[in-house]
């Protein structure tokens, strides 16, 4: 079907990234373990709306591999991809609340994971400063809820 089609091209997408980077490092693989390992899982199915996930783990022979995740949404009939601004009808108070919202959670998780207390949202973030809807548009969707993904490189 169409439908698995684009899940094999997103993961073939990072996969080629992965081999790009290889090539591009020149890294001797003849001395160095070198490793990718992509994953999926659907979230969300129905007649509408397919949301996904891709665990992307690759390894270039340092002291520690790096993991991402990636989010995918579709509509499906016709097969659309779908971005957070789309969903939340290009609202620009709606990008405020969840500019306002992911602070306050990634503040919390950072709290509570280091255990570092008196932290604020000025001492982690330049949040604000990057603020647009692609800053948000890596996502998937479940029945409660939608998670919004933020990989390691993301605000370099």
């Known amino acids: 079907s169409h439908l698995n089609t684009y899940i094999q091209a997103d993961v073939l997408k990072i996969y080629n990234y ?50 991402n995740v990636y989010g995918y949404n579709y509509k499906l009939n016709p097969l659309i991809q779908v971005t957070l601004n789309e969903l939340l009808n290009y ?6 609340l969840v500019t306002a919202l992911c602070e306050e959670k990634l ?13 604020n949202k000025e001492s982690l973030f330049v949040f604000a400063d990057k603020i647009s809807w692609e800053t948000f548009n890596n996502f998937y969707v479940t029945p409660e809820s939608v998670t919004i993904i933020f990989n390691w490189d993301q605000f370099k």
């Open 18 to 67: 992965f081999l790009w980077r290889d090539n591009k490092l020149k890294f001797n693989t003849a001395r160095r373990r070198v490793d990718v390992q992509i994953s999926y899982k659907i979230e969300v199915l129905s007649s509408e709306i397919i949301s996904y996930k891709i665990y992307n783990y690759s390894y270039y022979g340092s002291s520690q591999g790096n993991y």
């Open 107 to 119: 503040l919390e998780k950072t709290t509570i994971e280091l255990g570092i207390d008196g932290l």
């Open 91 to 96: 609202n620009d108070d709606a990008l405020s």
